[in-house]
């Protein structure tokens, strides 16, 4: 099973490692040409240990039968919308996208099979080769587009945590969900995942935050319940969110994917997460 990665951020080189593991025959599409020349030189180097995984960066070199995992942020989407509509057709694409806004990049491309998956593994990026697994997790897919069977062979890779789900809009808005609780929170705080559950204050503002949207959305029992997010961060505790390291990194943060997405979704005011949202709005490079 051929699966060619794009982008070579945290969860791209932690997903490629993981599925190297699994038995994957895989290969990273990387941006720039010096990180895929150390990536070749000197393998991704997951927890200390090396993997040889080959990294290029035309698409060209992508195989005809092989996986397309877009592990790039959403905002990297739109340039890469031609080369999508050029290799959907054949190569089954998956998008790995925090938010939904993706659904529309998804919905415009003409046909193939397309899928999304949230990717629940705490991945930490020590360098442009190097990434630490902070949190053992599951990848839950749901289809977009086209035919279920192309992906199952994710389900039967050995050690390898695929979940199938039946309704992408419920899996990727439960997604959403989570990362409007935990990602802005630790981005002001600058706390890890597992602080916001041992730091009084911190965990305060989190149940604030979860009740707040539980008025604004009752079906975040069910899909999300409490327990989860408290579970999740324990799980990745050791992980700064994508949105704490964006911030420290000085890069454009998420917040339009994620939380003026629930801003905008929401039935009612939601007053302490559009305060979270000015406020690292204000503070954005
Ligand atoms: O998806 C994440 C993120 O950091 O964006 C979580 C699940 C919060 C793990 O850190």
């Not at 998008?95 to 003409?110: D, K, S, W």
Request: charged share 25%; aromatic share 8%.
């Amino acid at each position: 099973m051929k699966v060619v990665i794009v982008g070579a951020g945290a969860v791209g080189l932690l997903l490629a490692c993981i599925l190297d593991e699994a038995g994957a025959a895989v290969q990273v599409l990387a941006r720039q040409k010096q990180q895929a020349r150390i990536i070749n030189e000197q393998g991704i180097i997951k927890d200390g240990h090396r993997h040889n995984v080959p990294a290029f960066t035309e698409w060209t070199e992508i195989p005809s039968d092989a996986f397309i995992l877009l592990a790039v942020k959403y905002d990297a989407l739109d340039e890469l919308v031609p080369a999508l509509k050029r290799y959907a057709p054949y190569n089954p694409v998956v998008f790995l996208q925090n938010g939904m806004l993706h659904l529309r990049v998804a919905e415009g491309l003409p046909h193939g099979d397309i899928a999304a998956a949230s990717v629940e593994h705490g991945a930490l990026k020590i360098s442009g080769n190097e990434v630490r697994h902070t949190g053992n997790g599951t990848v839950k897919w749901a289809l977009l587009k086209g035919r279920q069977q192309k992906f199952l062979p994710f389900t039967k890779l050995e050690g390898f945590r695929a979940e199938w789900h039946e309704d992408a809009d419920r899996l990727l808005f439960r997604k959403v969900l989570l990362n409007g609780i935990i990602n802005p929170l630790t981005a002001i705080t600058a706390l890890k995942n597992g602080e916001l559950v041992t730091n009084p204050y911190a965990f305060e503002l989190m149940q604030r935050v979860y009740a707040e949207l539980d008025r604004a959305f009752p079906e975040i029992k069910t899909l999300l319940p409490f327990e989860e997010v408290t579970a999740l961060c324990k799980a990745t505790a050791e992980n700064k969110s994508s949105m704490l390291m964006d911030r420290q990194a000085g890069r454009k943060m998420e917040l339009d994917t994620i939380v003026l997405y629930l801003l905008e979704r929401s039935p009612i005011e939601l007053p302490l997460l559009k305060a979270f949202y000015q406020l690292l709005k204000s503070i954005e490079v």
